[in-house]
């Protein structure tokens, strides 16, 4: 089974608006991280927060992370129609050192 | 840098053959993983390594095999393909699990037929 779960599934808005997206994991974390997938093509790495830190921004994302609730939210602010693409989340650490683990991903459609 | 390399890009497997799908990295990572990622399910780890000869399972394991004699290179084989085992196929590497996130490759398209 994986361990995050993602929310809402899919997302659209406009441009300009911002974009929020939900992870939950399950089991304890070293680090949490987020990727983005454009249509049929591999996933770039965007920002990793690691499990003592709240909250990490960088340009117009922004992370935080909650260790008590096990979960994690990637803000979007601004958004372009270059931002549609699928999001995940992705756990690593805890027991399983070296092994990252994604969750299902939301599709973010910006309209232009 | 090239970053992470997958060869073929594509291909097409009779129900039964074998084949590698090559990784290969020049960046001096120590991680490296394999995912299949089907539609609607996300992607999913099949195999990992967290340094050359070191290998571990992950979600999906069964029906694959891997090796990693080098730093560079993470060969993941289909012993005996299923149509169950058509998917895109990610290969992935990071320099560290704590700190950095990871480099993946363009990807796999592998159809069994």
């Known amino acids: 089974s994986q361990q995050g779960e993602e929310d809402p599934q899919a997302l659209s808005i406009q441009e300009g608006e911002n974009a929020t997206m939900n992870c939950s994991y399950k089991?304890?974390?070293?680090?949490l991280q987020w990727y983005r997938q454009n249509s049929g093509r591999g996933l770039v790495h965007l920002i990793l927060i690691r499990s003592n830190e709240r909250e990490k921004h960088s340009g117009r994302l922004r992370v935080t992370l909650d260790t008590s609730k096990k979960s994690s939210s990637l803000l979007i602010t601004a958004s372009r129609a270059a931002d549609t693409a699928s999001y995940f989340c992705a756990t690593a650490g805890g027991t399983s050192y070296g092994k990252l683990t994604f969750g299902q991903g939301t599709i973010l459609t910006v309209h232009p | 840098n090239a970053g992470v390399t997958q060869t073929p890009k594509f291909q097409v497997l009779k129900t039964g053959q074998s084949m590698t799908l090559q990784c290969a990295q020049d960046m001096n990572h120590e991680y490296m993983s394999w995912y299949r990622q089907d539609p609607g399910m996300g992607l999913r780890l099949i195999h990992y390594?967290?340094?050359?000869?070191?290998?571990d399972q992950g979600e999906v394991p069964n029906g694959y095999n891997v090796s990693r004699s080098t730093t560079e290179d993470f060969p993941l084989r289909l012993l005996s393909a299923a149509p169950s085992q058509t998917s895109v196929y990610f290969c992935a590497s990071s320099y560290s699990a704590d700190y950095y996130g990871y480099t993946f490759g363009s990807g796999t398209r592998l159809t069994v037929v």
């Open positions: 390594s967290v340094g050359a000869g070191i290998t």
């Open positions: 089991t304890s974390i070293n680090n």
